[in-house]
C-alpha cells in the first residue's frame, strides 16, 4: 500500500468514523447532564 | 391538533433517523458509484459534501419539523409563508413516487433472504437467468405487497408502539451483521488488493467535475437529507431534544455504514471474482441491481467450500439489505401518512389509504423494470429540488433567525455558527443549480430525442412529469393549506 492510499485512508475513515465518534462521545455527554440536571 | 405523540428518548430518536438514513443505497448503490468514479478519488469530495450538503440539510429538517410540528406542507407554509405549501406538497409528492417502487425494492430484498436461507439461491451458478425468472415473473407484485403490508401495519401501530419498536431491533441487527460481514470480508486472501484500490486517488480523475457532482448526488440520495423524511420523523421530537449534534451524528452515522459496506464488498469481490473485479463492481445492470442481486449471490456460493456457511454469509448480507430497506421505507409511509392527518384524517384512515395507494400505484414497478428505472431517474433527481425548496423556506424565513431562535434554541447542546448561514443561504443553492443543471444537460447528450416525455431516463420524462405535479400543486395551494391549518387550529 503506497504513502498516497494511506493518507487518503487516514483522512477519509479519520473523518468520518472519527466525527462519528465524536459526535456520539458529546451526545453521550450532554445526555447525562440533562439527566442529572433531571430534564424531561 | 396538540402534539401527543413522542419518541421516548434521544438514543430512539437517532437510531429511527439513522433507519431513514441508512438505506439500499448505502449498500449497492455507493459501492458502484465507487468503483465508476475511480475509488479513492471519489471518496474526498464525498466526505467534502457530507459538510456542506448532508449535515447542514439534516439539521434544517430537524428544526423545521421540530419547531412547526407539521409535515412538508404544514412546515414550509409555516417557514416560508402560506403562498410556498406546494413546495411541501412537492416533497411530500417526490418522497411518496419513490415509496411506491421503493417497497418493491423491499420486496426483492425479502425474496433474496429467502431464496438465500432455504438455499434455493446457490441451486444454480446461472445468477442473471435466476434474477430474469423472478423479476419477470408475478413474484415481485407479491413480496411488494407483502413488503408494504408489513410496513403500514408497523406505521398504524404509531411512534412509539410501532417506528421505535421496531428500528431498536432492526438498526443495531443491521450494524451487527454488517460488522460481521465487514470482518469475514477484510480476512478473506486479496481483500487487500479491493482495499487498495477502494482508498488510492488519481489526481487526473479527482480533478473531473463529474466526480464532484456524482459525490454530491450520492450524499443526495443515500443520508436522506432534503427528502423531507428526517422533518417528519423530527415532528415527535421531544422539545428538550438537540438538533445540531443529533443532525451530525445522522449524518456521519450513515456514512460510516457506507464505508463499511463499501470496504466489504471491494474485499469481497477482489478476493473472489475470477474476472474483471472492477466491471462487476461498476457494472449497473437491469434498473441497477447487476452487482446485489447478479454477481454477489455468485460470490457468496465461492465464499466458503461449506455450503452451510455459505448460505450462512449470503442470509446474513440479504437480511441486513431488507432491514436497511424497510426502515427507510417506514419513513417514506409515515411522512404520506403524516401529511394526511394533518389533513384531518384519523391514522387508521390514513395508513389504509397510503397503503393501499402504495400497493396499486407500484404495481407498474413490480411487473415492468423500465417503468421502475424511469420512476427512480425521475423523482431521485427531483430530490435535489426538495432540498432547494427547504433551503428556499430557510432564507424567506431568514437564515440567521432561523438559526439563533429555531436551531440554537431551547434544548441545544450545541450552539451552531454563522458558517450555516452561508452554507444554507448560497452554497446550496449554488449546488442545486449546478447539479441538476448538470443531470439535465448530460441527458441530452444520451439521448438525441431529450424532448420526449416517453422516453425512460432523459431530460424530457423528468420536466414532463415535475410540470404536471408542481402545476397541480399550485393550483391546489390554497385549498391544501387551508386544510392544514383549518384541522389544526
Request: proline share 2%; aromatic share 16%; with cysteine.
Amino acid at each position: 500500500m503506497n504513502f498516497i492510499t494511506i493518507i487518503t485512508m487516514l483522512i477519509v475513515l479519520g473523518t468520518v468514523w472519527g466525527g462519528m465518534t465524536f459526535f456520539l462521545t458529546r451526545a453521550i455527554k450532554y445526555e447525562k447532564i440533562k439527566e442529572k440536571n433531571g430534564e424531561d | 391538533m396538540k402534539q401527543e405523540e413522542f419518541f421516548s428518548s434521544r438514543w430512539s430518536l437517532i437510531i429511527a433517523t439513522i433507519g431513514i438514513a441508512v438505506g439500499t443505497g448505502n449498500i449497492w448503490r455507493f459501492s458502484r458509484i465507487v468503483a465508476q468514479n475511480g475509488g479513492g478519488s471519489f471518496l474526498i469530495p464525498w466526505v467534502i459534501f457530507l459538510l456542506v450538503w448532508s449535515v447542514p440539510l439534516i439539521i434544517a429538517e430537524f428544526a423545521i419539523g421540530k419547531s412547526t410540528r407539521f409535515g412538508p406542507v404544514g412546515a414550509i407554509s409555516k417557514t416560508a409563508g402560506r403562498q410556498f405549501g406546494w413546495m411541501g406538497a412537492f416533497i411530500v409528492f417526490v418522497s411518496t413516487a419513490i415509496m411506491f417502487y421503493y417497497s418493491v425494492v423491499t420486496g426483492w430484498c425479502l425474496k433474496y433472504f429467502i431464496s438465500a436461507i432455504t438455499g434455493d439461491l446457490f441451486s444454480t451458478t446461472k445468477y442473471l437467468e435466476y434474477w430474469t425468472r423472478f423479476s419477470s415473473s408475478y413474484q415481485p407484485l407479491v413480496y411488494h405487497f407483502i413488503a408494504m403490508t408489513l410496513v403500514a401495519f408497523v406505521i398504524y401501530r404509531g411512534v412509539s408502539k410501532g417506528i421505535e419498536k421496531v428500528t431498536k431491533f432492526m438498526v443495531p441487527s443491521l450494524l451487527i451483521i454488517l460488522i460481521i460481514l465487514f470482518v469475514r470480508a477484510v480476512t478473506l486472501p486479496n481483500a487487500i488488493e479491493g482495499i487498495k484500490y477502494f482508498f488510492t486517488p488519481h489526481l487526473d480523475i479527482i480533478l473531473n467535475y463529474k466526480v464532484w457532482l456524482n459525490a454530491l448526488t450520492q450524499n443526495a440520495w443515500d443520508t436522506g437529507a432534503g427528502w423531507g423524511l428526517i422533518l417528519t420523523y423530527a415532528i415527535y421530537m421531544k422539545k428538550k431534544e438537540d438538533i445540531s449534534l443529533n443532525a451530525a451524528l445522522i449524518g456521519f452515522g450513515n456514512n460510516t455504514v457506507s464505508l463499511l459496506a463499501g470496504i466489504t464488498i471491494f474485499s469481497t469481490v477482489f478476493a473472489l471474482s475470477t474476472s474483471d473485479a472492477m466491471q462487476q463492481i461498476s457494472q449497473a445492470g437491469p434498473a441497477n441491481t447487476g452487482l446485489t442481486f447478479i454477481y454477489l449471490p455468485l460470490l457468496f456460493s465461492k465464499i466458503s467450500t461449506h455450503y452451510i456457511v455459505n448460505v450462512i454469509f449470503a442470509s446474513l448480507f440479504f437480511i441486513a439489505l431488507f432491514f436497511a430497506a424497510t426502515t427507510s421505507l417506514m419513513s417514506m409511509v409515515e411522512l404520506t401518512t403524516r401529511t394526511l392527518i394533518d389533513f384531518g384524517f384519523k391514522r387508521g384512515k390514513a395508513i389504509i389509504m397510503v397503503a393501499s395507494l402504495g400497493f396499486l400505484l407500484g404495481i407498474p414497478s413490480a411487473l415492468d423494470l423500465n417503468f421502475l428505472t424511469n420512476q427512480d431517474w425521475v423523482w431521485g433527481v427531483g430530490l435535489i429540488i426538495s432540498g432547494a425548496f427547504i433551503s428556499f423556506s430557510i432564507i424567506r424565513y431568514g437564515v440567521d433567525k432561523f438559526r439563533t431562535e429555531i436551531i440554537n434554541g431551547y434544548g441545544s447542546d450545541v450552539k451552531i455558527g454563522k458558517w450555516y448561514n452561508f452554507i444554507i443561504g448560497f452554497l446550496i443553492p449554488v449546488q442545486v443549480v449546478v447539479l441538476v443543471s448538470w443531470w439535465l444537460i448530460s441527458s441530452v447528450s444520451w439521448d438525441p430525442e431529450w424532448w420526449n416525455p416517453f422516453h425512460t431516463a432523459n431530460a424530457g420524462t423528468c420536466i414532463f412529469q415535475w410540470a404536471v405535479i408542481l402545476l397541480t400543486f399550485i393550483l391546489l395551494n390554497k385549498a391544501m393549506v387551508n386544510q392544514t391549518f383549518k384541522e389544526n387550529n
